[in-house]
């Protein structure tokens, strides 16, 4: 990362922005509802989608249609955010970007376990 590592990006990140924690809900809902099935084969069941179904007693398909709607809230607060960052700071872009595209991978990576 060479030049990123300033301490305007350490603040940023140490503040805990709405578009990091987006960006882990992203990440852990999709793999959950994507290795969900394969996980309880195991005999695991600490999931996202299991909790859901535990706490509202719902099945496994309204589960995942709520989930989803997590998910799509998460990329809406990151798309939020990015538009302000791009609005008030001219420093960190790339830091920003770089959070973006760990999250699409990570996403895209999900989608191909499914």
Same mark, same amino acid.
């Given at each position: 990362?060479?030049? @990123? $590592?300033?301490?305007? $990006?350490?603040?940023?990140?140490? /503040?805990?922005?709405?578009?990091?924690?987006?960006?882990?809900? %992203?990440?852990?809902?999709?793999?959950?509802?994507?290795?969900?099935?394969?996980?309880?084969?195991?005999?695991?069941?600490?999931?996202?989608?299991?909790?859901? @179904?535990?706490?509202?007693?719902?099945?496994?398909?309204?589960?995942?249609?709520?989930?989803?709607?997590? %998910?799509?809230? $998460?990329?809406?607060?990151?798309?939020?955010?990015? %538009?302000?960052?791009?609005?008030?700071?001219?420093?960190?872009?790339?830091?920003?970007?770089?959070?973006?595209?760990?999250?699409? %991978? $990570?996403?895209?990576?999900?989608?191909?376990? /499914?």
């Amino acid at each position: 990362m060479g030049t @990123m $590592a300033i301490k305007e $990006a350490f603040d940023w990140v140490i /503040k805990d922005p709405k578009s990091v924690r987006a960006s882990s809900t %992203v990440i852990r809902i999709s793999d959950d509802m994507a290795s969900h099935k394969f996980e309880l084969e195991r005999g695991h069941s600490a999931s996202s989608v299991e909790c859901y @179904m535990k706490q509202h007693g719902v099945l496994e398909q309204p589960a995942y249609l709520e989930l989803s709607k997590h %998910v799509e809230k $998460a990329w809406k607060d990151i798309n939020q955010d990015l %538009v302000l960052f791009q609005c008030f700071s001219h420093r960190l872009p790339i830091l920003h970007e770089r959070q973006i595209s760990c999250t699409k %991978v $990570a996403r895209i990576y999900s989608r191909m376990l /499914k």
